[in-house]
């Protein structure tokens, strides 16, 4: 036990010579130094519940629900859409195998990269600022509008991107590159295991047919566009591991509001992608807002 904690006598005390060594660095904060949870933290969240719930209840008074008639069985609506806070995910599955972004990536991939922030910045310098610094402010807005740009880039190239418009027709709800690489098999001649699981012995190698289609290559486009975000934020900005975790964490939760976004409101009719306004058989997701 440090001097220095030995001679600080006060209510905190235990709790202070209780933890780690590491905890010494901090004794010397007078109960003058500190903030008290009441009313400084406690009352503004308390505000700000009062507050989400007033709002909520206005809005449930002045608008009804968007509720439909009744499930049928026997009739699917087109388009069926997930409940908004699932759009995300029903946006992903239009792009990749279904195991990777239903199972893998939301409940394991992303989880255990969120619970790892913690240990990997370890720095305590800019804890409780906005942004930690100009600079910190300039990588989030970049990485704000490279997520979207980017976004908006790998939407339309796996809606539209054909290689052969008479033999391979756009629109389509997602999927370029399983399309590309099937016309290029059944029309160019290029080997049957690019679209199947190859087998030796009679026995396939992968699990999943489109183990390049829907894992490889769409897993490796967006690994491809989060490195490059990374090596920008520290060749540009000179940025440190706090910097990449503030780009990468953006570039998430933009990720996370664009997909919700597009899945909302861009996919009508089969998945296919459109203005809101603009769907075919008068779909409008804005009507179910109003």
Known sequence: MSTEAQQYEGPLRPLLIAGHERTLERVNLRPDDQVMAFPYMIVPALAVALGTIAVMTFCSVVANAPLKEIANPDHTPNPSKAPWYFMNLQE???????????????????????????????????????????????????????????????????????????????????????????????????PDWLTSSPTVGGFPIFIYNDWLTGWVLPFGLVMTAIIALVLIVKFRWKGGIEEVMLALFTGFAVTWLFTTTVGALFRGPSQLLGWPWAHPNGYNPLDDLL
């Open 92 to 190: 992903l599955l239009l792009h990749m195998n279904p195991s990777l972004s239903g199972v893998i990536i939301p409940t394991n991939l992303v989880p255990l990269l969120l619970m790892a922030i913690p240990y990997i910045d370890r720095k305590v310098d800019n804890v409780g600022h906005w942004f930690m610094s100009r600079k910190g402010q300039e990588i989030t807005l970049f990485t704000t509008i490279y997520t979207v740009v980017v976004g908006i880039a790998l939407a339309l190239f796996d809606s539209y991107f054909t290689l052969d418009p008479l033999r391979d027709p756009v629109p389509r709800s997602g999927g370029a590159f399983k399309a590309v690489l099937t016309y290029l098999v059944k029309f160019e001649g290029w």
